[in-house]
T-cell receptor, first 111, second 114 residues
Framework: SQQGEEDPQALSIQEGENATMNCSYKTSINNLQWYRQNSGRGLVHLIL?????REKHSGRLRVTLDTSKKSSSLLITASRAADTASYFCATTTGANSKLTFGKGITLSVRP | NAGVTQTPKFQVLKTGQSMTLQCAQD?????MSWYRQDPGMGLRLIHY???????DQGEVPNGYNVSRSTTEDFPLRLLSAAPSQTSVYFCASRIGQGVYNEQFFGPGTRLTVL
């Protein structure tokens, strides 16, 4: 069964607005990562947050992690049309650090 | 660096045929994985390898076979293709088992089984 589950499944916003995406997971993790996938392409790594970190920033991205609630959120500030893509959270678990993905969120940013 | 490369980009098979999806990386990464992506299901882990000569099963290994004879290559074999294996397949690699390593993905192989 899949570890991560994103919410909402789809999100449509206006350019310039902020986009918030959530991820919940089931078991203890080593880290949590967010990836982006443009239509018809492979996945691109966005940001990684370690299990002992609570917040991390990278450019317009802000990720939070709450291990007590087993949840994470990805905030994209000042969204652009080019941010239109699917976003996936993924967690690494276990001694072999397997990386498993959620089902993804489809973000549409309207110009 | 070419990164992670996959061949072919597209493939159509008939039920019962066999084929190998190729994956190679030139980043000297120890850890490689295969995923399949289906609509509404996200990515599911098929098999992974933590180094040459070592492979293990993921979430959905049935119907697939892997081997890792070199660090660079990680082929995925379908022994007897079934329509349920119609999917987009992604190969990925990362430096090692370390928990702080990002994963790099190939462009994918779109497979249709008739």
């Amino acid at each position: 069964s899949q570890q991560g589950e994103e919410d909402p499944q789809a999100l449509s916003i206006q350019e310039g607005e902020n986009a918030t995406m959530n991820c919940s997971y089931k078991t203890s993790i080593n880290n949590l990562q967010w990836y982006r996938q443009n239509s018809g392409r492979g996945l691109v790594h966005l940001i990684l947050i370690r299990s002992n970190e609570r917040e991390k920033h990278s450019g317009r991205l802000r990720v939070t992690l709450d291990t007590s609630k087993k949840s994470s959120s990805l905030l994209i500030t000042a969204s652009r049309a080019a941010d239109t893509a699917s976003y996936f959270c993924a967690t690494t678990t276990g001694a072999n650090s397997k990386l498993t993905f959620g089902k993804g969120i489809t973000l549409s940013v309207r110009p | 660096n070419a990164g992670v490369t996959q061949t072919p980009k597209f493939q159509v098979l008939k039920t019962g045929q066999s084929m190998t999806l190729q994956c190679a990386q030139d980043m000297n990464h120890e850890y490689m994985s295969w995923y399949r992506q289906d609509p509404g299901m996200g990515l599911r882990l098929i098999h992974y390898s933590v180094g040459a000569g070592i492979t293990d099963q993921g979430e959905v290994p049935n119907g697939y076979n892997v081997s890792r004879s070199t660090t660079e290559d990680f082929p995925l074999r379908l022994l007897s293709a079934a329509p349920s294996q119609t999917s987009v397949y992604f190969c990925a690699s990362r430096i090692g088992q370390g928990v702080y390593n990002e994963q790099f993905f190939g462009p994918g192989t779109r497979l249709t089984v008739l």
